[in-house]
């Protein structure tokens, strides 16, 4: 079973820093099926990036997702303030899905 | 435009049943696999179930199989949540999302299990 791991648990930045969550697969993923969502407190999670590096419809381009075998990345080159949220990765296998833990993104 | 919305949520005694719904619009469902997630009182994201668009293939998981039934109307567009012998670590926010990047999700509706 594939268990993925996000680190920081928490990351504290300040609007207009740049934000950097990692996402650790325990074994590597095939067809680089990476999902990064956001969430805010109350809110449904939003798609942000899909297959590691693909912006979803409407994302802004400060949004970057790299990565393959194990390791995953998304970049938020300039926080904004709306930005300060909960971020998830996941995988998806033939008939599974894998979340990691998330990341929160607080204001400093 | 895309629209997912749960119902059905409520307080469920353990040992209980409940059926949420999640109605969509704005695209046809037989187009799409489409999943129920569920997130506990300030917990993470946890897939449950997935139905293919033609609602031949159903996957759950470990934690909800045998107990939770997926399915759907394509001709009213509507997927669907059978719970049965709800626990109280069933507690959470379900939501309805679509396709397999689940780009679209519904605004969840609470199940809350306790006697």
């Known amino acids: 079973e594939i268990v993925l791991t996000q680190s920081p648990g928490t990351l504290s930045l300040s609007p207009g820093e740049r934000a950097t969550l990692s996402c650790r697969a325990s074994?590597?993923?095939?067809?680089?099926?990476l999902t990064w969502y956001q969430q805010k407190p109350g809110q449904a999670p939003r798609l942000l990036i899909y297959?590691?590096?693909n912006r979803a419809t409407g994302i802004p381009d400060r949004f970057s997702g790299s990565g393959s075998g194990t390791d995953f990345t998304l970049t938020i080159s300039r926080l904004e303030p709306e930005d300060f949220a909960v971020y998830y990765c996941?995988?998806?296998?033939?008939?599974?899905?894998?979340f990691g833990q998330g990341t929160k993104l607080e204001i400093k | 435009q895309v629209q997912l919305v749960e119902s059905g949520g409520g307080l469920v005694k353990p040992g209980g049943s409940l059926r949420l719904s999640c109605a969509a619009s704005g695209f046809p469902l037989s187009d799409y696999y489409m999943n129920w997630i569920r997130q506990a009182p300030g917990k993470g994201l946890e897939w449950i179930a997935n139905s293919s668009g033609g609602d031949s293939n159903r996957d759950y998981a470990d934690s909800v199989k045998g107990r939770f039934t997926i399915s759907r109307d394509n001709a009213k567009n509507s997927l669907y949540l059978q719970m049965n012998s709800l626990r109280a670590e069933d507690t959470a926010v379900y939501y309805c999302?679509?396709?397999?990047?689940?780009?679209?999700w519904g605004q969840g509706t609470l199940v809350t299990v306790s006697s």
């Open positions: 297959g590691a590096s």
């Open positions: 996941q995988h998806y296998g033939i008939s599974w899905y894998i």
């Open positions: 074994q590597s993923l095939t067809g680089r099926y």
């Open positions: 999302a679509r396709g397999a990047n689940l780009d679209h």
